[in-house]
């Protein structure tokens, strides 16, 4: 009987070189080292900071211990922040059941090759491109009270940005002008790159085209749709920059973000209490984050 041979397995780290392994380590290593430098270093130092008083202006010899004591002037000696915090669960609820679902509309529509689509779709997605400040100019051409657009064709005087109990619906209408070009691209993208014969199977099938966009699909669409839902969270939450430009999120546009602005580098510079706002908006959304997670994941398995 001939004797059977086995050739000993060899080592896979034999195959790279000293080089490549140098690489592959440069490759993990300096991500790992940007992100714990630039997101985790700054968030830890954030939720430490938020237990302490500190004016940011002496020497960390003047970081004054308090524990919990700043979470709890927030939600009784601090008024703004019940406001802002409403204010942006209203924000998010807005993108989410107004301005998102359009862009998702009008991405159907212009899907359909209509005549100068191109047009709209350069039209729709222009005002993301544009900065928050100059977006925050122009409508305020449209919302100005005596020279302003809506005035004008209506015959009123309405102070849009002025007025507290309607300037902040004014300002989620221009953020969501942009959000909805942006949505709106996102999902044309995914709808282009949709098989044509899962819509030329339903035809044949005899689907209508709101039956075959709702049962095929938007299920086909899933990463997409789960893209959409987490930008469309993120816009919500970090909502500030309109509201800044407006009046610095004052008199009906307080924001969390705003706040945590004012807090740290406004006149007050109360570091340690800023810090407990960003802390809180911090763990609003990691939740949003760990709901995505559990989705993403959930859908691989």
Same mark, same amino acid.
């Given at each position: 009987m001939s004797k059977i041979?086995?050739? &000993?397995?060899r080592d896979r780290s034999v195959l790279l070189s000293r080089t490549d392994r140098v690489v592959l380590g440069l490759m993990l290593g300096i991500p790992l080292i940007v992100v714990a430098g630039l997101v985790w270093g700054p968030a830890?130092?954030?939720?430490?900071?938020?237990?302490?008083?500190?004016?940011?202006?002496?020497?960390?010899?003047?970081?004054?211990?308090?524990?919990?004591?700043?979470?709890?002037?927030?939600?009784?000696?601090? &008024? &703004?922040?019940?406001?802002?915090?409403?204010?942006?669960?209203?924000w998010? /609820?807005?993108?989410f059941l107004v301005f998102t679902p359009l862009?998702?509309?009008?991405?159907?529509?212009?899907?359909?090759?209509?005549?100068?689509?191109?047009?709209?779709?350069?039209? /729709?997605y222009? &005002?993301?491109?544009?900065?928050?400040?100059?977006?925050?100019?122009?409508?305020?051409?449209m919302y100005s009270r005596d020279q302003g657009l809506i005035n004008a064709l209506f015959g009123t005087s309405i102070d849009w940005y002025g007025d507290s109990t309607i300037n902040l619906w004014a300002a989620?209408?221009?953020?969501?002008?942009?959000?909805?070009?942006?949505?709106?691209? /996102?999902?044309?993208?995914?709808?282009?790159?949709?098989?044509?014969?899962?819509?030329?199977?339903?035809?044949?099938?005899g689907a209508s085209q709101t039956k075959t966009y709702l049962q095929i699909i938007f299920p086909v669409m899933r990463p997409i749709n789960i893209i959409v839902l987490t930008i469309t969270f993120i816009e919500g939450l970090r909502a500030f920059d309109l509201a800044w430009i407006i009046n610095r999120g004052r008199n009906g546009l307080e924001l969390i973000s705003t706040l945590v602005t004012t807090n740290v580098v406004?006149?007050?510079?109360?570091?340690?209490?800023?810090?407990?706002l960003a802390t809180i908006m911090l763990l609003i959304s990691s939740i949003f984050i760990v709901i995505q997670l559990r989705v993403v994941l959930k859908g691989e398995r």
């Open positions: 041979t086995t050739r &000993p397995r830890l130092v954030t939720v430490a900071l938020s237990l302490t008083s500190w004016d940011g202006i002496g020497g960390l010899s003047d970081i004054q211990w308090v524990g919990a004591r700043n979470y709890v002037d927030l939600a009784t000696i601090y &008024p &703004p922040f019940w406001p802002a915090l409403w204010h942006n669960i209203l998010l /609820l807005v993108l862009g998702m509309l009008l991405a159907v529509f212009l899907d359909k090759e209509l005549r100068a689509t191109r047009f709209y779709q350069t039209a /729709l222009l &005002p993301v491109v544009l900065s928050a400040a100059l977006v925050g100019f122009i409508w305020q051409l989620m209408i221009a953020n969501g002008w942009r959000h909805t070009g942006y949505i709106m691209l /996102l999902y044309l993208s995914g709808l282009k790159g949709i098989d044509p014969s899962l819509r030329e199977a339903a035809a044949i099938d406004g006149e007050a510079s109360r570091i340690g209490f800023g810090s407990a």
